[in-house]
């Protein structure tokens, strides 16, 4: 059984751009949470996806935006990157949404 | 709204000493609260997670407790060593199935 992936596992950008990061959720997992953490902060929540749909959002913009595809792995978009929006993206799926989250290993975004 | 808060940020200790982190959180409504290490630069590695019926639970020489009433948590590290120097992040699961996080406690072990 393998685990939670994401690609790529690093990306430098420059300000305005877009970006997509993946996410292939463990064997079994139908739902997908995506995560920002910046640097020397712990990781904010920015949407869940359950069975294909948008479920739950923190306090994100509507430029960041996300996708889930029948076999349960995930995208996270961002456009038009600021320089804030450098950090580490974490993505974990789960069995349910109340179950244990399993964390990939992130994928860092550098805006320049 | 769910907040977690860690104190302390950074803690110094000498090898060998057993050690206490704290974690409190504001709703007591949770599924469970986990604790978690990461290495500089490194992603997330989940050490205990406590479901929000059990009070606590253990892995070698880390025990972590759940007073949900209260609304804290402590993890535990006994014998301290060089290698457990790392970032420590709690994290609650809440009634929306979202994680909230501390901002977690930077632990230094001396030689």
């Known amino acids: 059984e393998t685990g939670v992936t994401q690609s790529p596992t690093h990306l430098i950008k420059t300000r305005g751009q877009q970006v997509t990061l993946r996410c292939s959720s463990q064997?079994?997992?139908?739902?997908v949470s995506w995560y920002q953490q910046a640097l020397g902060q712990g990781p904010q929540f920015i949407f869940q996806?359950?069975?294909?749909?948008?479920?739950g959002r923190g306090n994100f913009p509507p430029r960041f935006s996300g996708l889930q595809f029948p076999n349960y792995s995930s995208e996270l978009n961002v456009n038009a990157l600021e320089l804030d929006d450098s950090a580490l993206y974490l993505c974990?799926?789960?069995?349910?949404?109340?179950?244990?989250?399993?964390f990939g290993p992130g994928t860092r975004l550098l805006v320049l | 709204k769910q907040e977690v808060t860690q104190i302390p940020a950074a803690l110094s200790v000498p090898e060998g000493e057993n050690l206490v982190l704290n974690c409190s959180f504001t709703?007591?409504?949770?599924?469970?609260l986990q604790w978690f290490r990461q290495d500089p630069g490194k992603g997330l590695t989940s050490l205990l997670l406590i479901q929000s019926s059990q009070r606590e639970q253990t892995s070698g020489r880390l025990n972590a407790s759940l007073d949900k009433s209260s609304g804290r948590s402590t993890l535990y590290i006994a014998a301290s060593q060089p290698g457990d120097s790392a970032t420590y992040l709690c994290?609650?699961?809440?009634?929306?199935?979202?994680?909230?996080w501390g901002a977690g406690t930077k632990l230094i072990i001396k030689p």
């Open positions: 996806y359950y069975r294909e749909e948008e479920n």
């Open positions: 709703d007591s409504a949770i599924y469970n």
């Open positions: 064997s079994g997992h139908n739902t």
């Open positions: 974990a799926s789960s069995l349910a949404q109340q179950e244990t989250q399993y």
């Open positions: 994290a609650v699961l809440d009634s929306n199935y979202q994680l909230i």
